[in-house]
């Protein structure tokens, strides 16, 4: 079993900054790729961001490119989001999830474990 604790998240003003940072911990896998969901209030889970265990592989949603840059730290067991030019409607509840098969799926219902998510809000 896999642990997954998210960090960073809080209020800032439009156009702020934002760092997301996942830690894993417990049982590990061979190069699974790691993703950033959100989720805001009434909507279905949002896929944001995902990278492989090398980095070889990116990936992002349109509303998020160009604005958040995913890394990770393998050493560390640690996956981070940066966030920037943050707008409204990112507000949202993030969480970290692992894909131990690491299909390149967006699709939330692959990823096989999850945190418990670190709200992000955006004032206008």
């Known amino acids: 079993q896999v642990q997954l604790v998210e960090s960073g998240g809080g209020l800032v003003q439009a156009g702020g900054s934002l760092r997301l940072s996942c830690a894993a911990s417990g049982r590990t896998f061979t190069n699974p790729t790691m993703a950033w969901f959100r989720q805001a209030p009434g909507k279905e889970r949002e896929f944001v961001a995902a990278?492989?265990?090398?980095?070889?592989?990116?990936a992002y949603s349109n509303s998020v490119k160009g604005r958040f840059t995913i890394s990770r730290d393998n050493a560390e067991n640690t996956v981070s989001l940066q966030m920037n030019n943050l707008k409204p409607e990112d507000t949202a509840v993030y969480y970290c999830?692992?894909?131990?098969?690491?299909?390149?799926?967006?699709?939330?219902?692959?990823?096989?474990?999850w945190g418990q998510g670190t709200q992000v809000t955006v004032s206008s």
């Open positions: 999830a692992c894909d131990k098969l690491s299909t390149g799926s967006q699709y939330y219902g692959q990823f096989d474990y």
């Open positions: 990278m492989n265990w090398s980095g070889t592989y990116t």
